[in-house]
Every structure is written in structure tokens, then in C-alpha cells.
């Protein structure tokens, strides 16, 4: 990352991964209780920021797909400026590297960064409690990218407690199907009652080599993604067969652990013909953590 007083280059929007995803409930309102472990990745989208001096936020590049008006980049910049009052304006790049649709949290850490990045290049110096609570705002996952941390997620994923955790390389294959979230929420086939998990659960296993983290949990949403989507089945069954997998959120994206890049890339050279993966290893925290306190 690249930092002046009029711009922030090349500040990386993580992608993240659920090592499980269990649903606790439903709420009256329609929303549902979660249990996960949120692993933030060095691989995602990169961002550029531009200061402005006429007070507009703009996106400079296109994203197909995703109108400027409903980016959340474009959303997260004008909450920030309605929130704080600066005049401040600026051009937002985005470079896509994450697939949308895919579990990853592509748009939501997206946003995260535009709103770290602009708290840094605005000079607006909030708290990182201060950008969660406009974060949450964004959606659901958004808090979690803000937060910086690999964290312990419960309640609707705002419930964040750090976790420290291993070193590891993944390779993440992503079929060519956009799974919409919505609709797997919805479906009468959704497990709702899975019984709670306490985060010592999970630190138990955590330096655990036999099958993790097939060894802890699972993601109550694969089930039915599977069902409904054949790609996402076939990625699931031949990973599986390779080594212990699982689905990140609701998919479409499936991942495999590995201690060692060559292990990771080894299993991706030998992916099928125009299958979509990538090896990636973990992180501790967020690339701009430091830009909040």
C-alpha cells in the first residue's frame, strides 16, 4: 500500500473464509443466529482512493453488475461523509479479484476498506466502534472486516470475539454459479436448530492437524446448496475425495486447508479443466488495521 496526503493506493480488501457456519435460530424478525469462525485471507479486491476537492464521491471504474448509486464502496463514503459532515470528496478504484456470489465477502470487505481508508485519508480519526456501528449499516458481514480481526462470530455475525489462529495456506475453488443468499435462508430444507457451541469448542481444535477443519463443525447451509446447485456439489465431491473441504457461507466457493503453499498448489494443478481456484494464505488482521483505534 502506497499513502500521501491526497491518496491511499493499493490497500487490499481481504476476502474471508467461515471454518464453520452453524445456524442457532431464527428471530421474529426473520433474521437468523449464527455461530462461526471468521478467517480473514491475503487474497481479495484492491482498492485505490483519490481526495476530491469539489465534495463528490465517485467510483472511477466500473463494476459489471453493480450500479455506482448501490456499490456498497459508494455507500460506505457517502454514510461516512453524512455521519461525520465533511466536505472531503473522492474517486474510488476497485480492482475485482473476488467473485461475487461466491461466500467470500467480496462487497462486504470492500466497504470495510472504504471505510478504514477514508477515516485515515479524510483525517475523520473515529474509533473502530464508532465505523462498526456505521459498518453494520452496510450489512451483515461488514462489522467483521471493520472488527480487523479473525474473530468468533454469534448473533447475526456482529457478536465478534478475537481468535488467534494458525498459520495455514487455502486453496478456494469457486464454481461458475452466483448462489443467491436469500434463497438458501429461506428454504424449508434449512437446518435452524443446531446446537450452540462455546468458543473454547473450537480453540480445543484449532491446532488440531487430523482432518481440520473437517474436525469441527460444519456449514449448515451446504446441505442445501447442494441440493440446488449441481456445480457446487461437484466441487464439493471431488475436493472431498482430495482432502477434507467445506463450503464458505453460502457458497458458491468451496476450501480446503493445507500447512504448506506447495501442498495447496499441488491439489490446485490438478483441478479439472476450467475450474476456477486459488491459493491463498491466512491472516492475522486486516491489512489497514492500524487506520482505526
Known amino acids: ?3 500521501s496526503t491526497r491518496s491511499l493506493r493499493n490497500c487490499l480488501a481481504p476476502a474471508k473464509l467461515n471454518l464453520f457456519l452453524h445456524i442457532t435460530g431464527r ?11 471468521f478467517q480473514l485471507l491475503n487474497w481479495g479486491d484492491t482498492l485505490h482512493f483519490t481526495l476530491r476537492d469539489d465534495g463528490r464521491v465517485a467510483r472511477a471504474t466500473d463494476v459489471p453488475g453493480v450500479p455506482e ?6 455507500r460506505a463514503a457517502n454514510l461516512l461523509k453524512a455521519h461525520t459532515g465533511t466536505v472531503a470528496g473522492v474517486d474510488i478504484e476497485i480492482d475485482k479479484c473476488l467473485p461475487m ?6 462487497g ?21 466502534a464508532e465505523l462498526q456501528s456505521l459498518a453494520v449499516k452496510l450489512g451483515a458481514d461488514v462489522p467483521f472486516f471493520v472488527f480487523g480481526k479473525n474473530a468468533f462470530a454469534e448473533g447475526i455475525g456482529e457478536e465478534l470475539a478475537e ?8 486453496l478456494v475453488v469457486t464454481p461458475r454459479v452466483h448462489v443467491a443468499t436469500a434463497e438458501i435462508f429461506s428454504d424449508e430444507l434449512l437446518t435452524r436448530d443446531t446446537k450452540p457451541v462455546t468458543i473454547a469448542d473450537f480453540l480445543a481444535r484449532r491446532n488440531s492437524d487430523a482432518g481440520w477443519p473437517d474436525s469441527f463443525g460444519r456449514n449448515d447451509m451446504q446441505q442445501v446448496v447442494t441440493s440446488k446447485y449441481a456445480e457446487v456439489a461437484q466441487v464439493v465431491k471431488w475436493l472431498y475425495n482430495v482432502t477434507p473441504s467445506r463450503m464458505t ?4 466457493s468451496v476450501f ?9 498448489e499441488a491439489v490446485k494443478a490438478n483441478l479439472p479443466t476450467g475450474w476456477n481456484g486459488a491459493v491463498a494464505e491466512s491472516l492475522n488482521e486486516h491489512p489497514l488495521f492500524a487506520f482505526a483505534s
Do not use: K
Open 1 to 3: 500500500m502506497t499513502d
Open 27 to 37: 428471530r421474529p424478525n426473520g433474521y437468523h443466529d449464527l455461530q462461526s469462525v
Open 69 to 74: 448509486e448501490s456499490d456498497l464502496v459508494v
Open 101 to 106: 456470489g461466491a461466500g467470500l465477502g467480496g
Open 108 to 128: 462486504s470487505s470492500d466497504a470495510a476498506t472504504t471505510l478504514l481508508a477514508l477515516n485515515r485519508l479524510w483525517q475523520l480519526d473515529l474509533s473502530r
Open 163 to 170: 481468535v488467534q489462529l494458525p498459520t495455514r495456506w487455502f
Open 249 to 252: 457461507g453460502s457458497g458458491a
Open 256 to 264: 480446503a486447508v493445507f500447512r504448506s503453499r506447495h501442498e495447496a
